[in-house]
């Protein structure tokens, strides 16, 4: 899957859950403007319940019967004779409680007139009562002036929000687990997808240096085929050594494909035993010396650890400490300056290997030691490689219990740290 499909499909995919949350807020505010209608809508059915029992009602108030100031009764007659603000009260609350409206709340009567309040419970909500949507007339039980009856809920919103919260919730939690699921699985594409092309650079790589040796050994043993050169000893020993190094430099391309694979797999079982850190290092020094030397480099050991004892496997840890030098020499574009040192700190041992190549960005350090990763890769081979080493490295030391720190700047070069308990 190349770059453009990729990006098409998050494009789309992007516009889709964005649609999807402009549906669900559209949904929500539906949700609240129904429970707001239902809320509206029993409340003018409780306030029409009330008018209508006082108007069938034959009852007949005096002022003795209201506790009523003479002078407010007398200005408001019509209305007192016929609402007693006791009965009101209680047949509000009776009704909200009828339809399960069971939230605190204000009422009052008031004239329309100049706005003023005759009876009800208004005390610091006045403003409130002569807003609210929830009013009904009492022109029918009052002819002499224009009263209405209204009531006011502090708590409305957070009642109706109680009622529907449940679906923002859901909805939220749905979409919280859809969006996560949209970056992983992008994630996990574009992952797969990087890891792909380094498969595929691996690939390229592994032929090119798996072609060279064999190209190598196959002209040199062309060349001892030939009656001339069997005739000269010194042509048949230059041509014998070509092969038998070629041969080691193949054989040391598939160890190191075998051991990715021996990871992939967890095919492997450590095996255990104390040996002494400077004699494997001194073994791989006298190994890798030659390399160097070719190259008109030099590398020093200062092996100054007085604990150099530690658990490890063997095999495995001599293949960490060649594959740290191969990358110290390879990485060092002329006369490599290679150091490795040993010092105890703490309890532990800590083996350096230091050189002064081409450094690593702080952008790549983190990348050095993920598998098949290079530096330079596709068809670059000046620096030669599969970009398994340092993934290898890091693998078995901390298998075997140790870490690995790397510290370098770029034109400066690179010191990578093991550490071990001894």
């Known amino acids: ?171 939220g939690l749905f979409l919280m687990v859809l969006i996560f699921s949209f970056f992983f699985t992008i994630y996990t594409v574009l992952k797969q997808k990087k890891l792909s092309e380094m498969k595929t650079d691996f690939v390229n790589n592994m032929t090119h240096e798996f072609k060279t040796p064999i190209s190598t050994i196959s002209v040199s043993s062309e060349m001892l085929a030939k009656d001339v050169v069997g005739k000269s000893p010194d042509k048949v020993k230059k041509y014998a050594k070509i092969i038998f190094d070629e041969n080691t430099r193949l054989k040391n391309q598939v160890e190191r494909v075998l051991q990715i694979a021996i990871i992939d797999k967890e095919d492997f079982k450590l095996k255990f035993k104390e040996v002494d850190v400077h004699k494997i290092i001194q073994d791989c020094l006298d190994n890798f010396n030659v390399q160097v030397v070719e190259r008109n480099g030099n590398v020093q050991a200062n092996l100054k650890a007085l604990q150099y004892m530690v658990s490890v496997d063997e095999e495995h840890f001599t293949n960490v400490i060649n594959n740290l030098l191969d990358n110290a020499n390879k990485y060092s574009p002329q006369n490599p300056d290679i150091k490795i040192n040993t010092f105890n700190n703490g309890g532990k041992i800590e083996i350096s290997v230091e050189d002064k190549g081409i450094g690593i960005s702080k952008e790549n350090q983190s990348d050095v030691f993920k598998k098949f990763h290079r530096l330079q890769s596709g068809n670059i081979h000046d620096v030669k490689g599969f970009g398994i080493g340092l993934f290898y490295v890091k693998t078995m030391v901390e298998q075997m219990g140790g870490k690995i720190d790397i510290k370098s700047e770029i034109n400066e070069g690179s010191r990578f740290t093991l550490s071990f308990s001894v």
């Open 1 to 171: 899957m190349n770059r453009k499909v990729i990006n098409i499909i998050i494009g789309l995919t992007s516009v889709s859950l964005i649609a999807a949350l402009i549906t669900q807020l559209f949904w929500v505010r539906d949700a609240w403007l129904l429970k707001e209608d239902q809320f509206n809508n029993s409340v003018k059915i409780v306030l029409k319940s009330v008018v209508n029992q006082i108007m069938t009602s034959e009852d007949f108030y005096t002022v003795e019967m209201t506790d009523i100031d003479l002078d407010v009764y007398t200005e408001h007659m019509d209305l007192f004779s016929v609402v007693n603000p006791k009965i009101l009260d209680s047949l509000l609350h009776e009704e909200f409680v009828s339809l399960e409206i069971l939230e605190e709340f204000s009422y009052g009567v008031y004239r329309s007139d100049d706005k003023l309040f005759v009876m009800g419970k208004y005390l610091g909500t006045l403003q409130q009562l002569i807003d609210s949507p929830h009013w009904v007339s009492l022109t029918c039980l009052c002819q002499s002036g224009s009263y209405l009856l209204t009531v006011y809920f502090p708590q409305q919103k957070s009642m109706i929000l109680s009622q529907i919260i449940i679906l923002p919730v859901m909805s």
